[in-house]
DNA sequence: TTCCTTACTGACTCCCGAGTCAGCCTAACA
DNA sequence: TGTTAGGCTGACTCGGGAGTCAGTAAGGAA
């Protein structure tokens, strides 16, 4: 496993890294937990990122990128608007792959470190601003209303923000069905059609 | 400073530890950090809570004790309904005391920290009991209406905690204005009530 | 075939921070 | 005015984890 090149190599250690940070948690994670976890050195994890730092931050930034890319994907979809809504919806819930476990976390870090602040500033801006524009176009199209997409957007995503919070750091707070309900509520009170419709 | 009785001793350490985390973040918080803002010794810190652990758990139940009496004395003062909707929104959006920063670092702990969970879950289940005890007075004495009081309360603190971390984390993203803006406008669906009557 | 570059490693160093311990100081009681 | 208990400290230990470095291997260019 000699000589590969630097960004197949790069690319495989941020994966790496975002699983560790998903499972062990950022204050628990040691470069030599990345490594190990790669099958490389330690140092090799710090020939590839120089510090500790900037490995963490570029592993959340591949992280982003990877969620951005879903997003994107939705909205550039073909589809009605209030299908992308659903879509979008679904996407941003919490699944099996600690995403939300790892978002956590890079929030509490965000506060602190200017350089993270940036990436889960763009991944969040930007989830708020595709619902945004899909709502927008639902509006174009007539296919339901809404007087203040923007709005309408952040009300949505901050309200799935914190029931998805409590259901992932207290377990059993709420159970999923309670958690898609609530929020397909608020959405189709927000866009004056039926929580059945978003289903 | 000699000699204090140690309940005193022990409520100043809290008091200071919880300063110095809301301060600094959880991660970087030392013992050695919270002995020198409290003007004591290293060594004192350990003597009255063994490990660090325990200190920071400890001082996260302080935090929420504190939290909580302000919350029951609201609930629990004579006053309209409507009136204790609008004061327990105050007290729960963000402040000067930097207890956001703190509970946001609480809740990442917590997904790996029994002890935590168990202290930032009372907590959060306090507060959306609190307002949905509340909002069934004010359905009972016939001030608003509201069909589910309970899913009510869980979606309008649950909206307010998503939009106070977005606050919170990325500086200057949504105006203190809009976000308790946003937070009344969702309340006064729920209540069907005008905002304004919230203001 | 030699030389250079680049990916990579083992075996370090070094510091920071949690936790310990022997003993000091003082208030209170006998 | 001893004695003691409990609050308190300085000066440690010790382990863990970030970061370093000398050197190896391999592939390409000349």
Redesign the interface.
Same mark, same amino acid.
């Given at each position: 496993m000699t000589g590969r090149t630097a960004d197949v190599r790069l690319d495989a250690l941020l994966s790496t890294a975002c699983e560790v940070i998903a499972r062990r948690?950022?204050?628990?994670t040691r470069t030599a937990d990345v490594a190990a976890a790669a099958g490389v050195s330690q140092a090799l994890v710090f020939y590839h990122f120089e510090t500790k730092d900037n490995l963490l931050v570029r592993a959340f930034a591949y992280a982003a990128d990877q969620e951005l890319a879903r997003v994107e994907t939705v909205v550039r979809s073909p589809g009605a608007p209030l299908d992308k809504v659903r879509r979008i919806l679904k996407l941003y819930g919490p699944n099996t792959t600690k995403a939300w /476990?790892m978002w956590?976390?890079g &929030?509490? /870090?965000?506060?602190?470190v200017p350089e993270l /602040?940036k990436v889960?500033?763009r991944l969040?801006?930007r989830w708020k601003e595709a619902l945004a524009e899909v709502i927008r176009a639902g509006v174009a199209a007539g296919d339901f209303r809404c007087a203040d997409p923007h709005?309408a957007a &952040?009300?949505i995503?901050?309200?799935?923000?914190?029931?998805t919070?409590?259901a992932?750091?207290?377990?059993r707070?709420?159970s999923r069905r309670q958690l898609a309900e &609530?929020i397909r509520?608020?959405t189709a009170?927000e866009l004056a059609v039926r929580p059945e419709q978003l289903v």
């Open positions: 948690g950022l204050a628990n /476990e956590i976390d &929030w509490a /870090e965000s506060i602190r /602040e889960s500033r969040d801006v709005g &952040w009300r995503t901050a309200l799935a923000d914190g029931l919070v409590q992932t750091v207290h377990d707070i709420i &609530w509520l608020a009170r």
